[in-house]
C-alpha cells in the first residue's frame, strides 16, 4: 500500500476568539503507527479533523503527497478519518442504523474490505439493525475501530478508540491494529488517553499540547531521555545540574525531580548516592504536559 | 519465549534480554530460528519497528543473524557470546550497586566479602 506523506505547515486555527492551534508543523510519515497524545482541549480533534479536511483552517496549509488535501479527491479518498462517535449527539450518524453507516462508509472509502468489516461485526458482537444512538458507548468505539479498520485507507486516524472500551476489547482493538498493519503497512494515527497500555503500540508519538506539537519522536527513543531522580535534595540538585528539571516534589529534605538529559548525564547520576528510575512514557507525558496541575 | 513485559526498561532492550535469556536456557538453540519480527508483535502487542530493534541488537551483537528470505536464526557459539556480554556489564550492574548499598549500611569489605562467601556456600548445597 502506497500512502504520501501527510504534511501540515503553519496551521492556525480559532474558534471565535480562542485560537485553538498555533503556527503548527507536523509531518506524517508513510508506513507508520503514530500515537497522539495531549490533555482535554489540547487540540487533538481539531488537528485532526484539519489534517482529513473535515474542519476548516484559519492559516496555514495541509498536503498530501505535495498537494493540498482540501477538496482534493484523491487525497480524501487515501485517508480515512474514523470519527468518535457521541453518545450525546441527536443529529448526524446517530439517526442511523449501523447498517447504513457502514454502507456509506462502504461508498466513501475505495479500498473499503466488506469481508473484513463482517469479520469484525461478528467478532463486536455488533447489531447491523440497531441505530448508532442505542448503541453503548464502548458500542459505539466499536464501530469508530471497524470503520477505521475496514477502510483500508493507506492513512487512516482513529480518535479515541478506546474510550469505553473494557481492558479485553482495548487489548484485542491494538492486537487487530498491529495484525493489520503486519500486512498492509498502512499508516495509523491513534489518538488516546489511555497512554500506557498503548505506549508499545506507538513506532512514534506526538505530543500536543495547548495548541503545539511538543514532540514528534520515535517513542522509546523519546523516553530515554528521561529519568526521576530522588534522595537528599543537596545530592539530587548537584546531580541535576545542567539537567532539564521538569518537575520537583519535596517531602522534608527527600527531594524527587523528573528530568530531562542525554544518556551521558543520567547515567553520571547513578554514581552518586541517588535513586534513578526510568520513567514510561505516561510519566513522561505527565512530566512534560503536567504544568503543576498535579500534586 | 516467556516473561512479560514491564515498564522498568525499554521494550525493545527487554526483547533483546527475552530471546538471550532463552538462548542461554536453550529455549533457542545454535542455527535455530528465532520468532519473526512480526510474530514478536502479536506475541507482545508491541510495534513490529520496536520488535526489530530488539532483533537487530542482537544481529550487531553477533548473537543471531539473517538468512535472507527466511528469518533470523542463531549464531554459532551465541550462548557463549551472550555469556561474555554479561559478564562485562556485571561489574556495572550488580557488583557496583551491591557495594554501594554495603556501604550505605556501613558494612565493612570483610563482612561484605563474607556474606559473599556464604551466598556462594548457600548456592552450592
Redesign the interface.
Known sequence: MNAGTLKAQGLCKAYKDKEVLHNLDLTIEPG??YGLIGRNGAGKTTLLGILTAQNTKNSGEVTYDGQPVWENQKALSDICFSRELQPTLFSGPNNLKVKHYLKSAAIYYPNWDLNYALRLMDEFKLESKKKISQLSKGQMSMVTILIALASRAPITILDEPAAGLDVVVR?RF??LL??D??QTGRTFIVSTHII?EAA????RVIILDEGRILENAE??EL??QFRYVSGHEEVVDRVCNGLQVLSTQQMGRHKTVAVRGDMVKLEAALEA?VDV??M?LQNVFVALCGHGDAQ | MRGT?N??????LQIARMLEDDILRGVYREEEQVPST?EL??G???????AA?GINLLVADGILYKRRGIGMFVAKGAGETVKQKRKSTFYDGFVKPLV?EGA?LELTGEELVSMIEQAIKEERV
Open positions: 507508520k503507527i487489548e491494538y492486537q498491529l495484525e498493519f503486519a500506557e508499545s503500540v506507538f513506532e517513542t522509546e523516553i530515554s548516592d528510575s526510568p514510561n | 513485559l515498564n522498568q526498561s525499554l521494550i525493545y512480526n508483535a502479536r507482545y502487542n508491541i510495534n513490529p519497528a520496536t530493534k554501594k550505605s
